[in-house]
């Protein structure tokens, strides 16, 4: 089942897909938008955007894990969008802490 290690590694292919197709809405957003700020509502880091990079940041560490290619190819503006908050100064404590390193909570990250 999903809850293990072989259900984890036979339902990647689908779920990759699934990711594209949710990364195809997100980075339509992103272009629609098409200011010049990073952030998914405004000028500065609201709820939405730690939402969205705690999602991509799952599947990152999902796709590493399986020695695959990042969901993040072919759609620049996600990957964009991705690695400018990481790189946010004010969030770099948080990241190199003990609670980024927590494991994730999605059910299905069998890998952890």
Known sequence: GSGSRAGYEAQADGHFETVKA??????GWLA???????????DAPAAPDFHMWEMIDQ????A????????L?????LAKFYAALR????LQEYFAGSMYALPLNNPQAAFF
């Open 22 to 27: 949710h990364y195809t809405k997100m980075e």
């Open 32 to 42: 629609h938008k098409g200011d010049a700020t990073f952030f998914v509502v405004g």
């Open 59 to 62: 599947q990152e560490l999902s």
């Open 64 to 71: 590493k894990d399986l020695n695959r290619a990042s969901p």
């Open 73 to 77: 190819e072919g759609f620049p503006l």
């Open 87 to 90: 790189a946010l100064p004010t």
